[in-house]
């Protein structure tokens, strides 16, 4: 089974070793992320279950091993699904085939396509969530771009 990692124990951790376990769980552009950015992405990767996902294997799951009315075992994996999904940056936007993947690696992919600002805020389906939040089917992106100011100081 997969580690699982808390925030805790991420926190600890310096950010070239995040990084390096950033390369081993497959989640990438973190090169030069800040670490509050990193431990996000490790932990959006998480599944629900509490374990890392597993994105070359399918989706499983054993029956639990139930001995004295305690679970001792119980395997799960899970998939990351592609598809698409639509995306937006003011009058800009389409669909794009981001389920699975990061809002930030969406950022940087539809960077110069969407022209979005390295400044923008985002929402997911009209919620805030992390920057390490993982797309799921039916989710809708909107990169917010800063509104400007006029006059001077």
Do not use: W
């Not at 001995?67 to 937006?88: A, D, L, P, R």
């Amino acid at each position: 089974m997969s580690k699982t990692y808390t925030v805790d124990a991420l926190n600890v951790m310096t950010v070239d070793s995040l990084r390096d376990l950033c390369r081993n769980l497959g989640i990438t552009g973190m090169s030069k992320k800040r670490k509050d950015i990193i431990i996000d992405a490790i932990l959006g990767s998480q599944g629900t279950s509490g374990t890392v996902v597993n994105a070359t294997k399918p989706v499983t799951a054993s029956t639990p091993v139930v001995n004295s009315g305690k679970i001792e075992s119980m395997i799960m994996t899970f998939t990351k699904k592609s598809g698409k999904i639509m995306v937006s940056c003011g009058a800009n936007s389409g669909e794009f085939d981001v389920v699975g993947k990061a809002i930030y690696d969406v950022h940087e992919f539809l960077r110069e396509v969407l022209n979005i600002p390295q400044d923008s805020s985002y929402t997911v389906s009209g919620s805030n969530v992390s920057l390490g939040y993982i797309l799921k089917e039916g989710d809708t992106l909107e990169f917010i771009k800063k509104a400007g100011s006029k006059g001077c100081n």
